[in-house]
């Protein structure tokens, strides 16, 4: 399965700041998955990259795929408090149908 | 609405009293799968299911079995429960794999003493 690394482990943004969050494979990524998770509770589905290159945007979170397809980014522009939690990057095994995930970032939007 | 609905929502129970969650999806997909979240391990895959009869082995099966006899549901089994088991549970699902994302259902807070 692949190896997921998330970076960094947690980080503390002031309201209204940009904040990114890497995830970097072990291996060429199949399909990267980025998911936010409140302490607890179940995932929410935010984007999905399968393309070299490939970047996607919604609200004020953008996310890429680099062109190796070997790392990602998490970008969140103006941060607010609803933008506090745990975001995970997962990925598809490239010969498997194994979901891996990474450890995760926790965010904390401070006021 | 469409979604993944585990139950329960919380268990406690004794060590080897055999237990099941329930994992049932209302949108026709063909993949599920089981992942358990721990603290300082985040989340690892304990079996999935490409499609009716068809499961396969994650990343930490040890000690969980699986069916998939209906494509809606998959439910998870600890035959003989013991405290490592002990951890946070979430069934996904997926139309296929690697062209749609996954939904992930509420979680199931499992406590074996």
């Known amino acids: 399965s692949q190896e997921l690394e998330q970076s960094p482990q947690s980080l503390i943004v002031q309201e209204g700041k940009n904040l990114t969050i890497n995830c970097t494979s072990s291996?060429?990524?199949?399909?990267l998955y980025w998911y936010k998770q409140k302490y607890g509770e179940g995932l929410i589905f935010l984007m999905m990259l399968q393309k070299g290159g490939e970047e996607k945007s919604h609200e004020k979170i953008t996310a890429k795929l680099d062109e190796k397809k070997q790392q990602s980014s998490l970008h969140i522009t103006a941060s607010q408090p609803s933008h506090a939690g745990i975001y995970l990057c997962?990925?598809?095994?490239?010969?498997?149908?194994?979901?891996?995930f990474g450890a995760g970032t926790t965010v904390t939007v401070r006021a | 609405e469409a979604q993944v609905t585990q139950n329960p929502r919380y268990l406690i129970t004794v060590t080897g009293k055999k237990l099941t969650v329930t994992c049932s999806q209302n949108m026709n997909h063909e993949y599920m799968s089981w992942y358990r979240q721990d603290p300082g391990l985040g989340l690892r895959q304990i079996y999935y299911s490409m499609n009716v009869e068809v499961t396969d082995k994650g990343d930490v099966p040890e000690g969980y079995k699986v069916s998939r006899k209906e494509k809606r549901n998959f439910p998870l089994i600890l035959e003989s429960p013991s405290p490592n088991q002990t951890s946070l549970y979430f069934c996904?699902?997926?139309?296929?794999?690697?062209?749609?994302?996954?939904?992930f259902g509420s979680g199931t807070r499992l406590t074996v003493v």
């Open positions: 996904a699902s997926s139309p296929r794999v690697g062209v749609y994302g996954y939904t």
């Open positions: 997962g990925a598809d095994g490239f010969n498997d149908y194994k979901l891996s």
């Open positions: 291996k060429t990524l199949y399909g």
